[in-house]
């Protein structure tokens, strides 16, 4: 192993390197002897500047997240930034890769910053949960201004080393040499004699906005506008805030207090689980690093319609090029259109620029001709999601597409292993299921098929990297990991409401619950004829939600649903005629209504998922119970702040209570979605929790 820390000499200059890999996090084996180089420097009458740069792939990526939660181990990070701040000799960062969290803000210490023109920078501890707890909120705005200092902890989006060089974060860019760079000019500033000024010390950019706080405010209200229930973006947003409003060393004794108090939260335990079982999700069993990847250098999207096209899109946009094919020209020139059209809305909103927009419309082409497919190296059919229609896709690819390459499929319920047993080369077809927008929504669902070959999966999970997705691998069955979950929360929402409750108030339920929006706004915002033609083919009914259909009450579309919509507004308003609807259907089901709580109704929608995602672990459909709360999380807009279903049961609520309130309801209604699966009964007995489980039933 690598020493953590080592010192060389440039002259007069010395360059402290630090190498802690994969990503240089500030553990405790790396901070002790640092504090102790940063001291003996410091006293060295010999060393006139000071230059800290990292080995590696990257810059300091933060402190080390996996001592979170253990006893603090001295020196700390403030520590180690007090001792930097004791130095009047120059010091500077010299950064490459990214400087994230504690690592920038052990660059703040600095008196200078030199960066790679390719570097990025930021304070993405929000995303945990947390805020910068080493005094990022009150150096940062010192460097770029409160306004933007705002923005960029808030969001936790680091920016590029241009921009933080425009912004006055960083002093100078550096093209081939980024040590030399930095030690030239630790060495111009040691021999300039200039005195050196703190980041700590420098108020210019605050002044602004001192004056007028109530400008400052509104940017904190717009900031932290789709908080949601989280409580780290508010704490982010004050603690900025008060570099406005405190002196520099009352306002960093208040960041350090905010971080105490966040990271001891739930919502912090269970975002720091979500960024730890995002990094396993990736990592499947049988699937090593030996298995490599099928090189893929052209994707062919079988269907234009919505999700065709947004497929298209996300291979466009991580540089793929991409054949769509369509039956005839009309419906492909629609589907070209449609793209078009989103990449214009792009650049309308200045997520994306004009060059942007001509080069990934430059990697799509049409065709309506399968041969058109051939030299792809991956098909992926989103076509109607009826097994006949599948079949002949399959076949016709089958029948063209080049020998190795990958066939897969967008179905969301349909049996892949069918799928697959229609063309003679099982072993390279997958499932790739896609969440819509599939442009934007962050889940693959890779559906792993009984004769998938491993290097089939490995392209799979490269491929989702290559654009930006969050991969989960999965095994066969009607509805995968997510649909299926779904499925067990649905039919009770309808029961519900014949019992008692209004879509208003289930809506709010979950809301309050931190979901983006209830099943009944999501159900009018998608469409309710979709969920009504599924439901006539598996000849299952929804009484509610059929009537509403049967009167041509689609939701938004058609301005009525399980809501009114006024002209052309997407806001929804209680609708008197559904609450009547809604009672005459309790009638003559021979239902009494009664008062609902808001308990209930978590309990009834959220505790069948929960037992549903015990039995997909039992049947191995998922490896982990931390896959299935990636999949929640990013394909059905699960609070993050609850770290996903099966944390949620798991570490917040507890699963005695659960098996205990499941058997209740089941006791009640009699419905086999309330029966306690086995495998969640034995997690809740043994103590051994859901991954405890998981592991005896695989081994
Ligand atoms: C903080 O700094 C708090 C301070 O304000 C206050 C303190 C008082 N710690 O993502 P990758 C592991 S909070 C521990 O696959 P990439 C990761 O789990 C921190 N481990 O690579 C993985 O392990 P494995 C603020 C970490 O190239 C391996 O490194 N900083 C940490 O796709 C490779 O990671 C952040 O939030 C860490 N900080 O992306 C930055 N970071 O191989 C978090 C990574 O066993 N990190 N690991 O699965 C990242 O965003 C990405 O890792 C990065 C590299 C962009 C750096």
Redesign the pocket.
């Known amino acids: 192993m690598s020493k953590p820390v080592t010192v060389a000499r440039d002259g007069n200059v010395a360059v402290i390197t630090l190498d802690n890999p994969?990503?240089n996090?500030?553990s405790f084996h790396l901070r002790k002897p640092l504090n102790e180089a940063l001291e003996t420097l410091r006293d060295d009458a010999d060393v006139a500047a000071i230059v800290i740069a990292c080995a590696g792939?990257?810059f300091i990526?933060?402190?080390?997240?996996?001592e979170f939660g253990k006893p603090m181990q001295h020196p700390?990070?403030?520590d180690l930034i007090a001792t930097l701040e004791t130095i009047d000799k120059p010091t500077v960062a010299a950064i490459h890769g990214?400087a994230?969290?504690?690592?920038l803000?052990l660059a703040l210490g600095c008196h200078f910053r030199v960066a790679d023109r390719k570097a990025r920078l930021g304070?993405?501890?929000v995303?945990?949960g947390?805020l910068?707890?080493?005094g990022?909120t009150q150096r940062l705005p010192r460097l770029v201004g409160p306004q933007k200092a705002l923005e960029m902890v808030v969001s936790g989006r680091p920016i590029g080393a241009g921009e933080a060089h425009e912004a006055g974060l960083v002093d100078a860019l550096a093209d081939d040499d980024l040590v030399g760079e930095a030690v030239a000019l630790a060495r111009a500033e040691a021999a300039s004699g200039a005195p050196m000024v703190q980041v700590r010390a420098r108020e210019d950019k605050l002044a602004a906005a001192r004056a007028d706080i109530g400008a400052f405010d509104a940017a904190v209200a717009q900031a932290t506008r789709k908080a949601r229930g989280l409580e780290a973006p508010l704490a982010c947003a004050q603690s900025v805030r008060n570099a406005l409003t405190m002196p520099f060393d009352e306002a960093l004794a208040k960041e350090r207090e905010y971080?105490a108090r966040l990271v001891s939260g739930d919502q912090s335990k269970a975002q720091r689980h979500l960024?730890?079982a995002e990094?396993?999700a990736a990592?499947v069993p049988g699937i090593g690093k030996e298995v490599r990847p099928r090189p893929v250098a052209r994707v062919g999207v079988v269907g234009a319609g919505t999700m065709g096209g947004g497929i298209a899109m996300a291979f466009a946009n991580g540089g793929l090029p991409v054949t769509l094919l369509e039956r005839d020209r009309e419906a492909l020139d629609r589907g070209l259109a449609t793209i078009e059209k989103n990449y214009a809305a792009s650049v309308r909103r200045g997520s994306l620029d004009e060059d942007g927009k001509a080069a990934r419309l430059g990697r799509l082409s049409g065709t309506t001709d399968y041969a058109g497919l051939a030299d792809c190296d991956l098909v992926i059919e989103a076509v109607f999601e009826d097994m006949a229609v599948k079949e002949e896709v399959f076949g016709r690819l089958d029948a063209v597409v080049k020998p190795g390459a990958v066939l897969a499929t967008n179905t969301s319920y349909l049996d892949v292993d069918a799928i697959a047993a229609t063309t003679g080369r099982p072993q390279d077809v997958i499932g790739l299921h896609f969440f819509s927008p599939a442009n934007v929504m962050r889940l693959l669902e890779i559906v792993r098929g009984a004769r998938t070959a491993p290097d089939v999966v490995a392209t799979a999970l490269s491929l989702a990297k290559t654009i930006g997705k969050v991969p989960v691998v999965v095994g066969v069955c009607h509805g995968f990991v997510g649909n299926r979950m779904l499925s067990a929360r649905s039919a009770e929402n309808e029961a519900l409401l014949l019992e008692g409750a209004t879509p208003q108030q289930i809506d709010k339920a979950f809301t309050d619950f931190g979901w983006p929006m209830g099943p009944f706004q999501m159900g009018d915002l998608a469409g309710l004829d979709i969920g009504w033609r599924n439901r006539k083919a598996l000849g299952k009914t929804a009484p509610v939600a059929d009537a509403l259909c049967e009167l041509g009450c689609f939701g938004q579309k058609t301005g009525k649903g399980f809501y009114l919509y006024a002209d052309g507004s997407r806001t929804p308003q209680p609708d008197p005629e559904v609450t009547r609807l809604i009672e005459d259907k309790a009638r003559a089901a021979g239902v009494e209504r009664r008062s609902i709580c808001d308990e209930e109704i978590v309990e009834r929608t959220l505790y069948p998922m929960i037992n549903e995602g015990a039995r997909i672990l039992e049947e191995g459909i998922a490896a982990r119970p931390s896959d299935i709360d990636i999949v929640w999380v990013n394909g059905y807009g699960f609070p993050i702040g609850k770290g996903g279903p099966m944390f949620w049961a798991e570490q917040l609520r507890g699963l005695d209570t659960i098996v205990a309130r499941l058997a209740h309801w089941h006791g009640e209604t009699g419905r086999a979605v309330f029966e306690p699966a086995p495998l969640l009964k034995r997690a809740a007995a043994s103590g051994g929790g859901f991954a405890g489980e998981a592991r005896k039933g695989a081994a």
């Open positions: 994969p990503v996090a500030l792939r990257t990526a933060g402190a080390d997240i996996t700390s990070l403030p990214t994230l969290g504690g690592g803000e304070l993405p501890e995303k945990l947390l910068p707890g080493a990022g971080f960024f730890f990094r396993e990592k």
